[in-house]
């Protein structure tokens, strides 16, 4: 601390401070900031919740006070002295309050980032700490507590020497002309029909769900083409076909809804409901025909022949996609059997947003259609908890070995897997990157690649066999409705992106 009566000092070094360099005068890249002497208490409620106790010595508290007045003097006005030239002592007494604050908030921060660092806690989520309620006193230590969920602590499984089956198939015209089909589909006019509905025909009709004599929900005029299932939010109708079949207009139809455990409705989760159909119009669906201007519009098509091109590298995507997936599931399902740790279900609420993202980016950067990424969202949403758990355990273990193999995202790789998305959207790569970094995604994004690469070291050392690859068809008819109400802004939202186009359409490089 130094007076008035002090002689002046190079502020800009400390001969008593030890984190100096003494030939340069600098300060070294390891010791910039001296160590908190610390006592911590780490408390291991489960095996991703610590309860952190910290005491801070009065010794450090004091180094503190000093280095913000240090910083404050140039600038402190007090009255009867010039800006910067009011005594030391003056000005510590008259900003302690003041300073105090910024003191408390700094032994916070460096407190906890110190505690990290020397418990060695790989903290996956901020501190649930109450500022408020952390006391800085004029005399003695500071103590606080707070809780922290960290990545778990576990044996590394073995990953080498996996036995892996990969679906494989050589797509043939039937394929195609199948896939065709579902696309012209979505292009499709409906039209009225008068008589009875089949599988497959469309109708519009009002919803009501009752549990007992009241009524959870409902909507108007939900067009919904009839599939063996029907998929909302929060759970399912199964059946729908055979409830639906030779339905005609101004008919009901009654039948029961599956809520799933983890629906909205807490009251309701896990119960059948009541699912009341008001049929007031059957439609046919009318397929377009393959015109010069419908080829145009489809994606600049000039031929059919070219869409049909398009079409098998569609399917080829996509059975790519599923060998990723198939591989993936073997690897995570034989590396997380061990992996019996329970997970906090704040932390599976919390992370079953971002785990929809996750899954929704890949599906769509392997080509699926809106009515498929909707349907396996409503399916990730009915089993939010378990797949989040899943997921998240998959996600320790798979981080984990990326750094015990030094395994990171390079930025060109990043780059890529925009310039991918941009293409599968139609849109161009500036307004998908704008929008990554905006929503803030991009770890997301990282995430994805990193993990993929751990993937695909794990697949270098794993056997294969081939197994035949079955084409998916859709029996799901997705609803964006929670059956059961309950909703409210903490629902997982959708995770669509706007303004979405068809993914045969050739992108422009709008860069």
Known sequence: MTTPNDPPVDETIDPESPEQ??????????????????????????????????????????????????EL????????????????????????????????GQLLMDGIAQVNEDENLSAISEPDLDVEAVKLPDEGSM??????????????????????????????REDVDSRLKDLLTRYGQLVPHDGPAESGDYITTNLTFRHGDEVISSAEEEVIRIRP???????????????????????????????????????????????????????????????????????????????????ADSLQRQME????????????????????????????????HRELERAVMELRRSGFTDEEIAAHENELRQNSQASTARALKEHFILERLAEDEEIDAEQEELEAEI??????????VRRVRAR???????????????????????????????????????????????????????AIPDAKYEDEAEPLREAEDHT
């Open 73 to 104: 003097m140039d600038d402190a006005e007090v009255p009867g002295f010039r800006k910067g030239r009011a005594p030391r002592k003056l000005v510590e007494s008259r900003f302690r309050k003041q300073v105090g604050e910024q003191v408390k």
């Open 21 to 70: 360099d003494t030939e340069t005068g600098e300060e070294t890249d390891d010791e910039k900031a001296e160590k908190l002497d610390l006592t911590v208490e780490v408390a291991q409620l489960s095996a991703c919740q610590r309860h952190v106790t910290v005491t801070v010595g009065r010794e450090d508290i004091e180094r503190y006070f000093s280095n913000q007045f240090s």
């Open 419 to 428: 310039v991918l998305i941009a293409q599968q959207s139609n849109e161009s």
């Open 436 to 490: 990554l970094e905006k929503g803030g995604h991009m770890d997301v994004l990282r995430n994805q690649v990193v993990e993929r690469k751990v993937i695909d070291l794990i697949l270098k050392h794993a056997a294969f066999e081939e197994v035949p690859y079955e084409l998916e068809t859709s029996d799901t008819e997705a609803v964006d409705q929670a059956a059961g109400g309950g909703e409210d802004e903490s």
């Open 321 to 352: 996609y599923q060998q990723q997936q198939r591989a993936r599931e073997q690897v995570t399902a034989a590396l997380i059997e061990a992996a019996d740790w329970e997970l906090p279900p704040e932390m599976l609420e919390r992370q079953s």
């Open 229 to 311: 299932v029907l998929s909302f939010r929060d759970g399912r109708v199964e059946g729908f076909d055979d409830l639906m079949a030779g339905v005609k207009a101004d008919e009901t139809r009654t039948g029961e809804a599956q809520l799933t455990e983890s629906a909205p409705n807490a009251a309701l989760r896990g119960q059948t409901i009541e699912a009341v159909f008001e049929v007031l119009e059957v439609k046919k669906l009318e397929l377009p025909e393959l015109t010069p201007e419908f080829l145009d519009e489809m994606g600049g098509f000039e031929t059919e022949g070219d869409m049909r091109d398009a079409i």
């Open 143 to 172: 103590t606080f507590e707070y809780d922290l969920e960290v990545r778990p602590d576990f044996k590394m499984p073995k990953w080498k020497g996996l036995s892996i089956q990969r679906p494989t198939r050589e797509f043939s």
